[in-house]
């Protein structure tokens, strides 16, 4: 992640702010280009992880994000892991159990249970543990248990993470 410019540029004005107005201008500005962005709809895998990771920063700052959140879903889907791990990072912060995006994410999330590679797994098991709640739960159930009999070394240790939001 460190050739995203962008977004370190972005990281650095905000720290050099002199004052909590001139943050939120530099944010305002962001946010509505980022918004722009995100409405042209021509954005490849690693312009939405970018603006992706600028909303994340925004929102770890504590001003409220309410766009990005269909591009985070997105990323998910992504074959490349960064941009798949930057929508499940996305995904845990931005979305709660009754998040009106999660029915989206099941199917998503359900796929990386169901894959061969173990860091997909873990991906998709840290978002049930972190997002959860008792419908996602119900829904992939099946898949994570399937996970815990895995030969692979991390998924057993992962699922001892969600275990008591499965029941």
Not at 81 to 90: P, R, V
Not at 109 to 130: F, M, T
């Amino acid at each position: 992640m460190s050739s995203m410019r962008g977004l370190v540029q972005f990281i650095a004005d905000l720290r050099n702010a002199r004052a909590r107005e001139l943050e939120e201008k530099r944010v305002n500005k962001e946010l509505a280009n980022i918004r722009q962005k995100f409405k042209g709809g021509s954005l490849n895998g690693y312009q939405k992880k970018k603006y992706v990771c600028k909303l994340l920063y925004v929102y770890i700052q504590g001003y409220d994000v309410d766009f990005g959140h269909l591009e985070a879903v997105n990323l998910i889907s992504s074959t490349k892991y960064s941009e798949k791990q930057i929508g499940y990072l996305a995904v845990t912060l931005f979305f709660h159990e009754q998040h009106e995006l999660l029915h989206l994410v099941v199917n998503s999330i359900r796929k990386d249970l169901l894959d061969h590679n173990e860091l997909n797994n873990c991906l998709a098991l840290h978002a049930v543990a972190n997002v959860g709640g008792r419908e996602m739960g119900e829904a992939l159930s099946t898949d994570v248990h399937r996970l815990l009999i895995s030969p692979y070394v991390m998924v057993p240790f992962t699922y001892f993470l969600i275990s008591p939001l499965l029941g």
